[in-house]
């Protein structure tokens, strides 16, 4: 053993796995060299070498676990003093063993990502999926910082109303006019999704018709779109205390006028269905304070139900488009996602928050749906905006929200673009949980990315300038 455990060494993040070979799309993506000072330049004699030397440190720690932990500091005397040939033979070896040794997911192929790193793509990007409870430039700029650092253009900010849900308030239509407000100053950067407050159901006896003509007017006003939360369905009832249906055929003519206005619908229908699931040693959402709290309820729908109500209201609509949040709530099934996107060429879907769920599945397989359906799914992150003015005002809370959503744009676009093994985007209490990306092809990701969301929100031409 060259070097024995040493206390001052960074723990290891995996037992196992190869070293990836450099990035399918290499060129056109890059991991930021931010903390990578010693990275001789691509493409040069001594990148080669830099790479080669790089897998035969990580093939030392590859076989680890039957053999103590091993690590060799980057700046290592031993390794400087290892004759330049003997090493080019073992990273060759390697370098072809990992090659001919068959395996997928989590083992051979793919490589830890490293977390020192961001993540910075270079493919033009909009967000389809974004919160922000505090319509104020510094909030925004801030996140365009973010944005930056990992290569994201543009956001698109939903508002929702957050009644019924355990979230404090500040996301409501009121906040329309500012965020559009702010829209005017960053068109190019900025979408920006309305709301309906449900909550008017039960009080105000002409709610149904009013939202149609409140719709019109805040199209006028320059909302591109309207984001529908699940509280339609698991919250809100009506005048008679009855649950408010999905498909409930007093709203049809709002559904309609959207299609009329061009307004795509961005609806969050339901949850996971492992949300309903009691909370035992069984359910992916293992001491998740909400298993079973608000789903697994007598008062809240079953997840069957909402699904099918949603559906219905795909397939009564067909003149206007749909955007489902978080794959549709049909993470739990792909084969029935496809079945419904086949169905309804009016729905879309998009990918937020929902990562971690792909799990069960064969990479292959979720590279395979994604290729498949690519006109059909969008990028979105659902991350939040710096809630206040405290956030930012305070270096150390800054600090800290700024290198969160870094660290979840660059989980997310290191997912679509390589075949490392790469976190949980954003967190959600997986942060045990590894995937392998899945490596799309560069015609996947721009559509991905933002061309279909250009297409749906109708954005023009002023928006291209990337690539
Ligand atoms: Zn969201």
Known sequence: MRAGNSKNAPPRRFALGFPAAPSRVAGRNSIASFQLNATPKRNSINWFLYTMSKIRRQSCRGVAGRRPQVHLPEASGLRRATPLPRRIICALGIALLAGIIP???????????????????????????????????????????????????????????????????????????????????????????????????????????????????????????????????MHHRDSSGTLLKIDDSRLDPFWTKCGELGLPVLIHTADPREYWYPNTYNTFQYKIGNTGKYYNHPDVPAWEDLIQQRNHLLQKHPQTTFIGAHFGSLTSDLDALGDLLDRCSNFFVECGARLRFLYRYHPQAVRDFLIKYQDRILFGSDLFLAGDEKTLANEGSRKLWRERQTRSYSDYLEYFETDHLVTVPGGYQAQWLRLKGISLPAAVLEKFYHQNAERLFKLDAAWHGKN
């Open 103 to 233: 395996g997928h997911g989590l083992v051979a192929g793919a490589a830890p990502a490293d977390k020192g790193k961001v993540y910075q793509s270079r493919y033009r990007i909009i967000d389809v999926h974004s919160h922000g409870a505090w319509p104020a430039l510094p909030a925004l700029q801030a996140h365009f910082e973010v944005m930056d650092a990992t290569g994201v253009d543009a956001l698109t900010l939903l508002l929702f109303d957050p009644a019924g849900f355990p979230f404090t308030g500040g996301w409501s239509e009121s906040n329309l006019r500012a965020w559009l407000q702010l829209r005017r100053q960053f068109p190019e950067r900025l979408n920006v999704f309305g709301t309906v407050d449900f909550g008017r159901a039960a009080k105000e006896p002409a709610f149904f018709q009013d939202i149609v003509t409140e719709l019109a007017a805040a199209a006028k006003m320059g909302m591109q779109g309207i984001k529908i939360w699940k509280n339609l369905g």
